[in-house]
Structure formats: structure tokens, C-alpha cells
């Protein structure tokens, strides 16, 4: 598993947000922070599921805090950009998903943070400071939901 102080490696991904066209998949690039801003990237098993759509709804209720800490908060799980999108407009999420849906969870494997014999992501959490590095690491385990109060407290040890 990433642990703290290691480069976090980059991605290119399809995400819930619009392309040009206005079907979801416009591409993101956790380099394209680098520099200017902290990211959290809440890596988290599937869409729609119990625990999922809960504690995912926690960073869309915080998410003035996140913008107050300089953060870009990024969902990120094996589900593809047209489910990302549903579950964002369902759930009001303003904050961006993206699909790490081919190969499957190859960016969550690069973690450490794939459950292989389920196939899908763990739910964790990867503080990403504005040099790239790993600030804060948790894998919270899968019926666990997050804490985010602890989660800005990370990001005030970033800044």
C-alpha cells in the first residue's frame, strides 16, 4: 500500500464531468493539480451502494470546507464515467468521479488499494499535497465509512 512521503503515481482518467459533447468522460489528470492545489482522492468501492452513496454525500455536505482548505476533493472507483455522471446527478455531487474502469482498478492496484478477490476498490483515502507525495493514507475497510473531520485535519497539516 502508498504510504506516506511517496510519490502518488499520475492518472489519466474519464470522469463524471461533460466532454465537449456533453456526454460524461471528460478526461482528468491528477498532474494537472500539481502546483496549485491538494487533492483528496476518495477511493471507494462502487456507486450506488449503501455505504457508498452515505459516506460519499459526506464530502458533498463538507464541501465548502474542502474549497476553504484549497482542495480539490476526486471520487475514484471501477464504475464507468456514464455511472459516475448518473450517481453525481442523483446524489448532487459537485466534485468530480472518476472511472478507473479499464483495465479495471489498474490506478487503485498501483495504490495498493484494489480488492482483488472482489474486484472492485478500497475505501480509502489518499491526501495528495501540491508536490505530488502522499500527505495522509488510510485504507478505512469496507463497511467503515470516513471520517471527514479527521480527513481536514490532514489537510491543515498539508498547508
Not at 113 to 132: H, N, P, Q
Amino acid at each position: 500500500m502508498i504510504r506516506v512521503g511517496d510519490e502518488v503515481p499520475d492518472f489519466e482518467l474519464p470522469s463524471s464531468l461533460p466532454t465537449a459533447s456533453g456526454k460524461p468522460g471528460k478526461p482528468l489528470k491528477l498532474s494537472d493539480y500539481r502546483g496549485k492545489k491538494a487533492v483528496v482522492l476518495a477511493l471507494y468501492p462502487l456507486d450506488f451502494s449503501p455505504v457508498c452513496s452515505g459516506e460519499m454525500s459526506c464530502f458533498r455536505d463538507d464541501f465548502a470546507q474542502f474549497q476553504g482548505a484549497e482542495t480539490e476533493v476526486i471520487g475514484v472507483s471501477v464504475d464507468s464515467a456514464w455511472c459516475h455522471a448518473a450517481f453525481a446527478d442523483k446524489m448532487g455531487f459537485t466534485f468530480p468521479l472518476v472511472a478507473d474502469f479499464q483495465p479495471r482498478g489498474a490506478f487503485a492496484r498501483q495504490l495498493g488499494l484494489f480488492e482483488e478477490d472482489k474486484g472492485f476498490t478500497s475505501r480509502a483515502t489518499v491526501i495528495v499535497d501540491r508536490a505530488g507525495k502522499a500527505a495522509y493514507v488510510k485504507n478505512h475497510g469496507l463497511g467503515t465509512p470516513r471520517d471527514n473531520a479527521e480527513i481536514l485535519a490532514a489537510l491543515r497539516e498539508v498547508r
